[in-house]
């Protein structure tokens, strides 16, 4: 099915080929449309330019102005106040007011998303601008609106159920098609409120397949190209089609472990399967990276990363003591026994990001040098969190974004106070908990940080592995690539295609 959809993909942009003739920029990349709903599909409204959010982040992702033009605070902080942004059009004529803002809002926080999460007892409409009255106080408000679950969208936009029907945002870009789950097109908007694109035309495809992004990016039929693996970088690399541009993000790779389970419940487990990992050589032979992960947090969060911790170490020999502590013994085949069970463990991740099945294939390597026999389950990432629910999921390679919420306490919060189905899995810290709400209240500072990353670093909850680097391929004639470390945004509205 994924080998169908990639092939209609690749069809729907070989119809406009050469990719630059029709003043159309086609971006690919392997996430798909599921709907005009903007709590599954809105991150790739956002990316495009058609919906906006009231806040923004700047690379180094402190918050910038978007919809609103300032945000403060009461003295008690109770109280948000943000200002609204005058003149601003909607897709289908109509004004934004701030009870269009209001009703977006509402139906946000009526769906899953970090919006829902937060103490925000009601949104209120003001003399151009909107209020939030919060049940105690929280200084993360302003970033969690940066999420792109917390878009504007027009009221036509939502169906009577509150489901996103339509997409009428207010960005520099109007939908002009949509077809789930593969495809998007857009022109310029003539009433935008900011600079008007250099590009008058764009879409987006949805192509699951790796080699035919590739590929795409190679011929010329796509001119924005996400999700490459590393073999496909360093050939795009070596052709005049396409400029490379590589960036650091604040996303991890890591594995989500089931403390839960028998074999893992022992913080020493983990730390052993931890040691086992030889980080340095994933990320310079596989990923073709500088560096492996020391630490959670990578260096793109700023204030998170702890240059103070005493990095993740690779450690065998280390490795094989924790275990034969904890009463495992090698058996005749050199994979672990204790009580008569092995020490056998599955391990999921998906396709989707193609380098996660080949640093699943070298973990698999290097956990039986220590004992430990890993199986590997490619397969959709839904599994993951469904795994999760029902108690399933041994370990899981999962890719970890800190940037959906320009403040990672948004992200800490959901996996860790309580978990989330993208963090820990049978592991709870009361500390945790109360230390990273004291942060989101705007009471925890820096010491608070550092505890919370010190506790996941002698817990292991997760065990990380690599930072993120964002790799684009862009087709010769485009100017003016900017990659958005915080991944808000292609950035397409301040392109120009060379003449």
Same mark, same amino acid.
């Given at each position: 099915?994924?080998?169908?959809? $990639?092939?209609?993909?690749?069809?729907?942009?070989?119809?406009?080929?050469?990719?630059?003739?029709?003043?159309?920029?086609?971006?690919?990349?392997?996430?798909?449309?599921?709907?005009?709903?903007?709590?599954? &599909?809105?991150? *790739?409204?956002?990316?495009?330019?058609?919906?906006?959010?009231?806040?923004?982040?700047?690379?180094?992702?402190?918050?910038?102005?978007?919809?609103?033009?300032?945000?403060?605070?009461?003295?008690?902080?109770?109280?948000?106040?943000?200002?609204?942004?005058?003149?601003?059009?909607?897709?289908?004529?109509?004004?934004?007011?701030? /009870? !269009?803002?209001?009703?977006?809002?509402?139906?946000?926080?009526?769906?899953?998303?970090?919006? $829902?999460?937060?103490?925000?007892?009601?949104?209120?409409?003001?003399?151009?601008?909107?209020?939030?009255?919060? +049940?105690?106080?929280?200084?993360?408000?302003?970033?969690?609106?940066?999420?792109? +679950?917390?878009?504007?969208?027009?009221?036509?936009?939502?169906?009577?159920?509150?489901?996103?029907?339509?997409?009428?945002?207010?960005?520099?870009?109007?939908?002009?098609?949509?077809?789930?789950?593969?495809?998007?097109?857009?022109?310029?908007?003539?009433?935008?409120?900011?600079?008007?694109?250099?590009?008058?035309?764009? !879409?987006?495809?949805?192509?699951?397949?790796?080699?035919?992004?590739?590929?795409?990016?190679?011929?010329?039929?796509?001119?924005?190209?996400?999700?490459?693996?590393?073999? $496909?970088?360093?050939?795009?690399?070596?052709?005049?089609?396409?400029?490379?541009? !590589?960036?650091?993000?604040?996303?991890?790779?890591?594995?989500?472990?089931?403390?839960?389970?028998?074999?893992?419940?022992?913080?020493?487990?983990?730390?052993?399967?931890?040691?086992?990992?030889?980080?340095?050589?994933?990320?310079?032979?596989?990923?073709?990276?500088?560096?492996?992960?020391?630490?959670?947090?990578?260096?793109?969060?700023?204030?998170?990363?702890?240059?103070?911790?005493?990095?993740?170490?690779?450690?065998?020999?280390?490795?094989?003591?924790?275990?034969?502590?904890?009463?495992? /013994?090698?058996?005749?085949?050199?994979?672990?026994?204790?009580?008569?069970?092995?020490?056998?463990?599955?391990?999921?991740?998906?396709?989707?990001?193609?380098?996660?099945?080949?640093?699943?294939?070298? @973990?698999?390597?290097?956990?039986?040098?220590?004992?430990?026999?890993?199986?590997?389950?490619?397969?959709?990432?839904?599994?993951?969190? &469904?795994?999760?629910?029902?108690?399933?999921?041994?370990?899981?390679?999962?890719?970890?974004?800190?940037?959906?919420?320009?403040?990672?306490?948004?992200?800490?919060?959901?996996?860790?106070?309580?978990?989330?189905?993208?963090?820990?899995?049978?592991?709870?810290?009361?500390?945790?908990? /109360?230390?990273?709400? &004291?942060?989101?209240?705007?009471?925890?500072?820096?010491?608070?940080?550092?505890?919370?990353?010190?506790?996941?670093?002698?817990?292991?909850? *997760?065990?990380?592995?690599?930072?993120?680097?964002?790799? @684009?391929?862009?087709?010769?004639?485009?100017?003016?690539?900017?990659?958005?470390?915080?991944?808000?945004?292609?950035?397409?509205?301040?392109?120009? @295609?060379?003449?």
């Amino acid at each position: 099915m994924k080998r169908t959809l $990639s092939l209609i993909a690749a069809a729907l942009l070989a119809a406009t080929a050469p990719a630059l003739a029709d003043d159309t920029l086609d971006v690919v990349a392997q996430f798909e449309i599921q709907s005009p709903e903007p709590s599954t &599909s809105g991150y *790739i409204f956002t990316r495009m330019g058609v919906t906006e959010t009231l806040t923004n982040a700047d690379p180094e992702g402190q918050l910038t102005p978007g919809l609103a033009t300032d945000w403060s605070t009461s003295d008690d902080g109770l109280t948000w106040t943000f200002t609204l942004r005058d003149g601003v059009m909607f897709h289908d004529g109509s004004g934004m007011t701030p /009870e !269009s803002v209001v009703n977006a809002l509402n139906i946000a926080q009526g769906k899953p998303g970090p919006l $829902s999460s937060t103490p925000v007892e009601s949104v209120e409409a003001g003399d151009g601008a909107v209020m939030f009255k919060m +049940s105690e106080p929280f200084a993360a408000l302003p970033a969690y609106l940066a999420h792109y +679950s917390a878009q504007i969208l027009a009221p036509n936009a939502y169906g009577p159920d509150g489901a996103g029907v339509q997409i009428i945002g207010t960005g520099p870009y109007k939908v002009t098609g949509l077809a789930p789950p593969l495809s998007l097109k857009a022109e310029a908007f003539g009433d935008y409120w900011g600079s008007a694109p250099n590009v008058p035309n764009v !879409s987006y495809a949805a192509v699951s397949r790796v080699e035919t992004r590739a590929l795409m990016a190679e011929s010329g039929e796509a001119d924005f190209v996400f999700g490459l693996d590393p073999a $496909s970088v360093a050939r795009l690399e070596a052709t005049d089609a396409t400029t490379v541009h !590589s960036v650091a993000i604040p996303r991890t790779l890591l594995i989500k472990v089931n403390a839960g389970h028998p074999f893992l419940s022992d913080p020493e487990a983990r730390q052993a399967l931890s040691l086992a990992i030889d980080r340095e050589g994933i990320a310079k032979a596989v990923l073709r990276y500088p560096e492996g992960a020391t630490q959670l947090f990578p260096p793109a969060v700023g204030e998170w990363h702890d240059e103070m911790l005493d990095p993740l170490a690779y450690d065998p020999e280390a490795a094989k003591a924790l275990l034969a502590d904890l009463g495992w /013994e090698a058996g005749g085949d050199g994979i672990l026994t204790r009580d008569g069970e092995r020490f056998a463990l599955t391990l999921t991740t998906y396709p989707d990001r193609p380098e996660l099945p080949l640093v699943a294939s070298v @973990l698999e390597q290097q956990f039986r040098a220590v004992g430990v026999e890993l199986s590997i389950n490619t397969t959709n990432s839904s599994e993951i969190s &469904s795994g999760h629910a029902d108690g399933s999921l041994d370990l899981s390679l999962i890719a970890r974004n800190f940037g959906l919420i320009p403040n990672p306490v948004g992200t800490v919060l959901s996996d860790y106070a309580p978990t989330g189905d993208w963090g820990a899995m049978g592991w709870q810290n009361d500390e945790i908990v /109360e230390i990273a709400r &004291s942060v989101g209240r705007g009471d925890g500072g820096e010491d608070a940080r550092a505890r919370i990353a010190e506790i996941l670093q002698t817990e292991l909850p *997760i065990i990380p592995i690599a930072w993120y680097r964002q790799t @684009l391929a862009v087709a010769a004639g485009v100017e003016g690539t900017v990659i958005d470390p915080w991944e808000r945004t292609f950035g397409l509205q301040d392109l120009k @295609l060379a003449q």
